[in-house]
């Protein structure tokens, strides 16, 4: 099974835009840094990667989990960072409903970010660090032309699952990873963006090694490299990774919901 997402790699127009952003507003720090890209450590299981281009780049929408009893800690920090901050619906910047909170800002190539927290996930489970706090990557946007293909593309290939279906936005799920399947017609909350497909690159982890060689055999479009999968869909580019130490029982431990576990 799918367990999280392991990498999200963005276009970016500015490297240095990229650093101030992340590495001295956010203050992730940097693993890799070369003259077009940079990756910075979100947690020991996930990372996030830019790569510089000369082109246009739609803004892409993504989601830290933080620890819930450290939201407010969190959201004071993006807070002050000098980034921009957005309003909600009803005209406050973070929103609080049945367990659960959460607060949307941009970074510098105007992606829409979110540190969204539930009081149900166990926070001793993954070691978070710096102030942002991030547990893992819970969600990315997918805009795309025709919702239920895109989703059930994901659900009878990579084994994820969904709860309630439309034809406007799913969240297709596995482990911790949240794919926000989304109408290019339907625009992004809380300020009406327009979903666009961002370019992006995202790498998903498994622990299960057969479950890679098995998507290999079967899909178009792949080509496996060790023990990584590369995937081609509606514009999107896909790895499915081998992660040894991000295990299934890892993921359970988390408390998440059964649905998503497999």
Known sequence: MITHFADLELTTVSLEGVKQCYANRLQLPIIYESNDFIRFQLTSFTTLSFREAYESVPPAHFAFQVPYSKFDEVAAFVQQ???????????????????????????????????????????????????????????????????PTFRDWLKKDFGMKTVNESNLFNFVISGTAHAIVVSKQRPWIPIAMKALPPKMVVTFGTPDLEFIKNLSKNMDNSFLKEKKLLITKDGYTFW???????????????NLPKFSLG
């Open 81 to 147: 960072s000098g980034l921009l901050i957005l309003k909600q619906e009803l005209g406050q910047y973070i929103d609080e409903t049945n367990g659960r909170k959460n607060l949307y800002f941009r970074d510098g190539d105007g992606h829409l970010l979110e540190i969204i927290a539930h009081d149900y996930i166990k926070e001793d489970v993954i070691n978070t660090t710096g102030k942002l706090r991030t547990l893992y990557i819970r969600e990315i946007g997918f805009p795309v032309d025709n919702v």
């Open 240 to 254: 499915i990774e081998h992660t040894p130490d991000f295990t299934a029982s890892l993921a359970e431990s988390l």
